[in-house]
């Protein structure tokens, strides 16, 4: 395997360096940097020519310049050097500094909507693969290629309208008027009933249930004015734990794992005392405490589950885990949520929280939960978009690997010993049929990082996809390399990667490796 790792990266570091030097030869020869020089009636005009020509050494061959930057680049393999040297923009400011603002730029905006992503959409394919050829599937294939087809400038536009300026103004008075209500709730009872299958009786009886409850919720939400002044509290918090607890115990470890059930249980119990005793502390919370905060409560909820017991420790262990971490997600939200009036009147947002543009409010001030609330108001719809149009392939892929799985002798095998439905689905399908999805995981991270594009042009975000535009635009190789050389390094990297995880979901492919 060690003899398999250096002959790819070998090949990888040579593969770089080809294609790092025909990128770097195309940017440029693509244009002439001067020619806006060229064009203006400047009396300085010979000056500033001369200039630039200085800052981009453009009185030496494209093919030297390139060595000369492969120069400066190869410190950049000196770990804690300091002297990493990728050149300078036309503004002068070096691609090193320019780079480490893009990437926290661009990482901020994308990295939660590919997660998300990904994890909705394999879960809906592995549904969807379940429930083949029913009116849930039909849909869901429907509604992901639908969105997939649509041109991402278009999708963020009616979001910027609808899911920006259209919530603001609704956010000045938020009153839901109950015909509204009623049809909000009659369409969630609807996608219940196609998504639960089953009898027709069961069917009615889930999406009347999900029908009241929607339209009382939301007709509740429009007499308080939830959407001013929202917030979960202890009782919200206790009933959707135990409703978690069931549904990670059901996926985890199976209901007839009581031990496992009641560890889930236990750590809702713990979370609902915890989220009294935590408020003051959360009252000076800053970014380091809520990641400890978060590795303890994931640590408590495994010690419970380890001291739990059963006949299979490991499953309490990562049902209780799991669930606490959970938990401790919506004790995050509603503190979050207790925030949200200071956000909203904050002389800087005027009530309209939902951005359109930027990375950030200018000059706002305020606590962590603030500046917090700020950031993620900003990403709300990059995030919505970006999930929307990648959802599809995650979704179609999921369900054909689970279908060709689903089918092989092993699995037909497996349900002959016995073995409930969750353990055949989740235990020994799901494992093989993530082979192909970390394939595209692998390539998809390597997109992320070089930046979306579009979305950061629709939404004004000055990230990766923003540097690398701008370097073509003004003919300036620097820029252009210094994106090139950051997703090229990370594709190859999360393509050995893959290569790895195979070795690890599939023996058979450590075995020939």
């Not at 909507?113 to 379940?130: D, F, N, S």
């Not at 209500?181 to 996608?191: D, E, F, M, P, T």
């Not at 149009?389 to 689970?402: E, I, N, Q, W």
Request: net charge positive; with cysteine.
């Amino acid at each position: 395997m060690v003899t398999y790792i250096v002959r790819r990266l070998i090949t990888a570091a040579l593969i770089l360096l080809g294609a790092s030097f025909l990128v770097y030869l195309l940017t440029a020869s693509s244009g002439d940097p001067l020619e806006e020089f060229r064009a203006s009636s400047a009396a300085n005009k010979q000056q500033l020519m001369d200039s630039r020509s200085q800052l981009l050494d453009l009185d030496t061959p494209a093919p030297l310049r390139y060595f000369k930057w492969l120069g400066g680049a190869a410190k950049c393999l000196v770990p804690f050097g300091g002297s990493c040297d990728l050149g300078k923009n036309i503004a002068g400011q070096p691609i090193t500094e320019a780079l480490g603002f893009a990437l926290v730029q661009t990482l901020t905006l994308v990295t939660g909507a590919t997660v998300l992503a990904i994890l909705i959409g394999i879960a809906l394919g592995i549904i969807t693969a379940l429930r083949q050829y029913s009116a849930l599937d039909y849909g869901v294939t429907f509604m992901a290629f639908l969105f997939f087809s649509l041109p991402i400038f278009w999708v963020a536009v009616l979001l910027k309208e609808y899911g920006a300026i259209g919530f603001n103004d609704f956010l000045r008075n938020p009153e839901i008027p109950l015909p509204a209500a009623l049809g909000i709730g009659a369409i969630a009872g609807v996608i219940v009933a196609v998504a639960v299958g089953g009898a027709a009786r069961r069917r009615l009886v889930s999406g009347g249930i999900v029908f009241l409850a929607a339209s009382l919720i939301l007709i509740y939400f429009s007499v308080v004015q939830w959407f001013r002044n929202p917030g979960l509290g202890p009782v919200v918090i206790a009933i959707a734990g135990v409703g978690l607890a069931f549904a990670v115990t059901v996926l985890v470890a199976g209901l007839k794992n009581k031990r496992a059930l009641q560890s889930a249980l236990i750590v809702v119990a713990l979370g609902v005392v915890a989220y009294f005793a935590v408020q003051p502390l959360l009252n000076e919370a800053t970014a380091l405490m809520i990641v400890l905060l978060g590795i303890a409560t994931i640590g408590v909820g495994v010690a419970t589950g380890y001291l739990m017991g059963g006949y299979d420790r490991g499953q309490s262990m990562r049902a209780a885990g799991i669930t606490s971490f959970l938990v401790g997600g919506l004790i995050l939200m509603d503190r979050f949520m207790q925030a949200w009036p200071n956000y909203f009147n904050n002389s800087r947002v005027r009530g309209r929280p939902i951005a359109t543009i930027g990375a950030g409010t200018p000059n706002i001030q305020g606590d962590f939960w603030v500046l917090s609330l700020d950031t993620f108001t900003h990403l709300i719809l990059p995030t919505m978009a970006l999930i929307l149009v990648s959802l599809a392939s995650y979704t179609r892929f999921t369900r054909s690997s689970m279908l060709e799985i689903m089918n092989m002798d092993y699995i037909r095998t497996a349900r002959a010993k016995g073995l409930s439905e969750r353990s055949v689905v989740m235990g020994h399908a799901f494992r093989n049929a993530l082979i192909p999805i970390a394939t595209i995981v692998a390539f998809d991270i390597g997109a992320l990082i070089g930046g979306a594009v579009i979305t950061e042009t629709v939404f004004s975000v000055r990230g990766m996809g923003f540097l690398f535009l701008d370097g073509i635009v003004h003919t300036d190789p620097n820029p252009v390399m210094g994106v090139f050389v950051c997703v090229a390094v990370t594709a190859m990297v999360f393509n050995l990667i893959a290569d790895l995880a195979y070795s690890a979901l599939d023996p058979r492919v450590r075995i020939k490796a």
